[in-house]
Nanobody, 120 residues
Framework: QVQLVESGGGLVQTGGSLRLSCAVH????????MGWYRQAPGKQRELVAN???????NVADSVKGRFAISKDNTKNTVFLQMNSLKAEDAGVYYC??????????????WGQGTQVTVSA
């Protein structure tokens, strides 16, 4: 079993910053990719950023230059630093981890979601 524990969401003013964390607990074999998705009310969940096991980061165009993803392999934790937040960044942010199991199957895990609210 794998559990993702997210933290760091909250209320911030436009232009402010937040840092999200997601710690992976449980039986970990080989993590392929760690990432963050978000979902605003009435919209589909979208990828914000992800980072591969080798450290290659991919950031959505809508947040490029403002958000940065990083990870601490020793703690199996992924971070999302969010700067210059805008109203359109508000939503529930979900951590996602994909790992390869010993039988070579990939499995996705999701966090419970953390709310980010951006006020004017």
């Amino acid at each position: 079993q794998v559990q993702l524990v997210e933290s760091g969401g909250g209320l911030v003013q436009t232009g402010g910053s937040l840092r999200l964390s997601c710690a992976v607990h449980g039986t970990i074999f080989s993590i392929n990719i760690m990432g963050w998705y978000r979902q605003a009310p009435g919209k589909q969940r979208e990828l914000v950023a992800n980072i591969t096991g080798g450290g290659v980061a991919n950031v959505a165009d809508s947040v490029k230059g403002r958000f940065a993803i990083s990870k601490d392999n020793t703690k199996n934790t992924v971070f999302l630093q969010m700067n210059s937040l805008k109203a359109e960044d508000a939503g529930v942010y979900y951590c996602n981890v994909r790992q390869v199991k010993p039988d070579w199957r990939e499995e996705d895990y999701w966090g419970q979601g953390t709310q980010v609210t951006v006020s004017a």
